[in-house]
T-cell receptor
Framework: AQSVSQHNHHVILSEAASLELGCNYS??????LFWYVQYPGQHLQLLLK??????LVKGIKGFEAEFIKSKFSFNLRKPSVQWSDTAEYFC???????????FGQGTTLQVKP | EAQVTQNPRYLITVTGKKLTVTCSQN?????MSWYRQDPGLGLRQIYY???????DKGDVPEGYKVSRKEKRNFPLILESPSPNQTSLYFC??????????????FGPGTRLTVL
């Protein structure tokens, strides 16, 4: 069965610190990978996605993620976080041509000013 | 404005009283989906629809029904709600299949409490 695992459940950083959130998935076929962000009290918004091509993808607000096929990973990074990045972050995997999308458990990021 | 709308946004009900949460999108999207969000579990897919009259079960379909009679609407029906269905529910839509990298647009969420 497909699954998505986010290793860090709660991360606390100071402003300007670097961020890396881990995401691993289990699925043997073609996958499409997403990172979504949910700011407090708001709905989910797409940060970035990997569909094909360059495994290093850049998203909004300075975020980027790298797809490493051999490690089944799609880690999210940002060189310097801001207080406004405080939110919950979800990794998600869509498989092949189906309509199924599997989300990780989420990582809560708290950035201290 | 392109958006996904859900109604109601908040609902408190009692066990066994049938309810419907509506979802509508104005982007002419083919694909629509329902998720529930619970602490520590992330989002879990309940049902999805690839097009009108085509629906499929997600990972947690038990206790829910859906219908897709028209492209823009995808209501979620709880025939006999139970307390374990207390959750935050999100509707989402996308232009096409997720497997070709289409982005999903999410609604604002419906917070349901079943007493």
């Amino acid at each position: 069965a497909q699954s998505v695992s986010q290793h860090n459940h709660h991360v606390i950083l100071s402003e300007a610190a670097s961020l890396e959130l881990g995401c691993n998935y289990s699925y043997g076929g073609t996958v499409n990978l997403f990172w979504y962000v949910q700011y407090p009290g708001q709905h989910l918004q797409l940060l970035l996605k990997y569909f094909s091509g360059d495994p290093l993808v850049k998203g909004i607000k300075g975020f980027e993620a790298e797809f490493i096929k051999s490690k089944f990973s799609f880690n999210l990074r940002k060189p310097s976080v801001q207080w406004s990045d405080t939110a919950e972050y979800f990794c998600a995997v869509g498989s092949g041509n189906t309509g199924k999308l599997i989300f990780g458990q989420g990582t809560t990021l708290q950035v201290k000013p | 404005e392109a958006q996904v709308t859900q109604n109601p946004r908040y609902l408190i009900t009692v066990t066994g009283k049938k309810l419907t949460v509506t979802c509508s999108q104005n982007m002419n999207h083919e694909y629509m989906s329902w998720y529930r969000q619970d602490p520590g579990l992330g989002l879990r897919q309940i049902y999805y629809s690839m097009n009108v009259e085509v629906t499929d079960k997600g990972d947690v379909p038990e206790g829910y029904k859906v219908s897709r009679k028209e492209k823009r609407n995808f209501p979620l029906i709880l025939e006999s709600p139970s307390p374990n269905q207390t959750s935050l529910y999100f509707c989402a839509s996308s232009f096409g299949r997720l497997g070709v990298g289409n982005e999903q647009f999410f609604g604002p969420g419906t917070r349901l409490t079943v007493l």
